[in-house]
Structures are given as C-alpha cells and as structure tokens.
C-alpha cells in the first residue's frame, strides 16, 4: 500500500484509539492485504502506543491450518528458526483463508512478538467449535495452545456453526484438560456480545449452574450468565475432570486426518455483500477477484468507481 493511502486509513484508526482510550485493539483482516502491509500496521500501533497496547489477530482456522492437500513429499522442510518453543512451519502453506498473507509465517517472524494472541474464528463454515479436532489439528502444526483462542458464535443469528453453551462448555472443558500441561489453552472468544445467551437452549442450561461469584449472583443478564457459564469452565481452581475418546491413527496434524481437514473446507463461504452484482461483476471483469471487489466496494460504501480507483492504488 501506497504510504499516502496507508496514512489516509491510519490517522482516523489512530484518532479513535486516542479518543475512546481504547487499550488494544482486534485486527479482523478480512481481505487479501500483504504480510508487509499487516507488519506495517502492527509496527505503526507499537510504536505510537507501546509496549502495553495489545494487539491481536482474527484469522479464519482455515489461516492456521497447513494444506493437507501437500504430498510429504511436497510439503517444505521446517527452517531452523532462532526462536524456542513451538512455532508453526512458515514456509508451509495453508488451506485457503480470508486474509491473503499467511499467518505462519507472521508468527515465526519479528512481528510474531507483538502478537498478543489470535482470536481464531471456528464458525461460519471456516472451523468447527463442536469438538476438539480443529483447535488440535492447530497445535499439532506448530501453533502453541496460549496463542490460539478459539471464537464461537454466541447466537444463532450471529453466523453459521452455533454450538450450544452445554455442549461448549464441554469442548472446552476437554481443551483445558488436554493443554494444562503446555502452556494452558488460549481461551474463548464469543461473537457476539450484545444477543449472547439469548437462546432458548442455552437459557434452560445456564438456569442448571451454580454461577454465583464471592456470594454475588451474576444472573443479571444473559449476556453475563453466558459468560460465567463459560467462566465455570475457565475459571474453576481445577481443571476439569474429563474421559478422551480414544485417539485414531496419527498423522502430521496430530490426531486429525487430513480427509477430515479437506471436509471441513469443502465449500468455502464467498464473502456476502449488499451491493448489486453488477457492481461486483464490473470489478472483476477489469481483472479482481469477487472477495477484492467485495472489500473495495465495503471500503467506499458501495461506489464502484472509488473501488476500483483504491483497487489500482494497492
């Protein structure tokens, strides 16, 4: 991105940051940008904010994935990298997402660092919160558990792939469980919070729970009994008690076959839009993709001609 069209997003992102106060902020890159323009706005936030400005990420779980599609003998060798821990192969691609960098390879470089954590999006067909093999196939690639939250849909109305609260809490019972020992698991990320708990299901369940804080119910809405319920689970002084189902044969995304990968990403979402076809049409018939038309055509309130001009801009 041009620096006169990058100072042009920037200065109003960074005037709002200033006026709310605000002490972080969540990164949902959903259109294909390059990793230098992510690493620019992630160096820009530091350096005008400081160390103690959280940044985070919200990839697809697509974004974390490696392709399984690769033959061993396709796949690329894992670099010796200077640093320690777990780290995901960057040179590995991934299966296919919504911000057109990879991720991978931002975490294992300078700007990795800066990263607080990735609130990953395990809905609207991009991952699947309703059990574990998603989040491990994740970590079995590389990624360490602490930095991986997983997001869920907290309505129906709110996206494709709701899970309800009982049968979320145990999911992430099992995930507490089974990553105590590495780090301890990332978390939950709920989307969205103004309706969460709101459904039918998850109020009868949430009635059954003992969600009383120092002798203070939390009852006081649906939206803080959700995430008490959740609290139940992330919170507890223990770990859950919880039975594994037995382990299947492994393979290089742990105990996730990569079928199971490549059913999961079957049919991917095309990004929705309000606007006309033919708005989105003429910008890829010049020669863009339908998620680029898309994105250009949110970022000028629908005007085609804006979009295109920004579109040759990058």
Request: net charge negative; aromatic share 8%.
């Amino acid at each position: 991105m041009k620096t006169a069209s990058f100072e042009a997003y920037y200065a109003p992102l960074a005037t709002l940051i200033r006026t709310r106060s605000l002490q972080g902020l969540d990164l949902d890159i959903e259109e294909p940008v390059t990793l230098s323009t992510a690493t620019r706005l992630i160096s820009r936030l530091r350096a005008d904010f400081g160390p103690d400005f959280i940044i985070t990420l919200a990839p697809v779980a697509t974004a974390l994935l490696p392709d399984p599609r690769l033959t061993p003998a396709q796949r690329p060798p894992r670099p010796m990298l200077a640093a320690s821990g777990s780290m995901p192969n960057p040179l590995h691609p991934t299966l296919p997402h919504l911000s057109g960098f990879s991720y991978p390879e931002l975490e294992c470089s300078v700007f990795g660092r800066e990263i607080s954590w990735y609130n990953t999006q395990f809905y609207c067909g991009w991952g699947d919160a309703s059990s574990t093999q998603g989040y491990d196939a994740i970590v079995a690639a590389g990624w360490h558990p602490s930095r991986v939250v997983m997001g869920v849909v907290t309505n129906l109305g709110n996206g494709a792939g709701h899970v309800g609260l009982r049968e979320l809490r145990g999911v992430l019972a099992r995930l507490r469980t089974k990553y105590t020992g590495q780090g301890g698991f990332g978390g939950v990320m709920g989307w969205e919070w103004f309706n969460s708990g709101q459904t039918e299901t998850d109020m009868t369940h949430i009635a059954t729970l003992d969600i009383n804080t120092s002798g203070q119910s939390i009852r006081s809405s649906p939206q803080a009994s959700w995430v008490a319920a959740i609290g139940t689970v992330l919170r507890s002084e223990a770990p859950p008690l919880v039975v594994e189902q037995p382990a299947g044969p492994a393979s290089f995304l742990g105990n996730v076959t990569s079928e199971q990968i490549r059913q999961m990403v079957t049919q991917l979402p095309e990004p929705s839009t309000p606007w006309p076809n033919e708005k989105v049409d003429s910008l890829i018939a010049i020669g863009f993709e339908r998620h680029e038309a898309v994105a250009a055509l949110n970022a000028t309130d629908g005007n085609a001609e804006l979009a295109a001009n920004l579109l040759f801009e990058q």
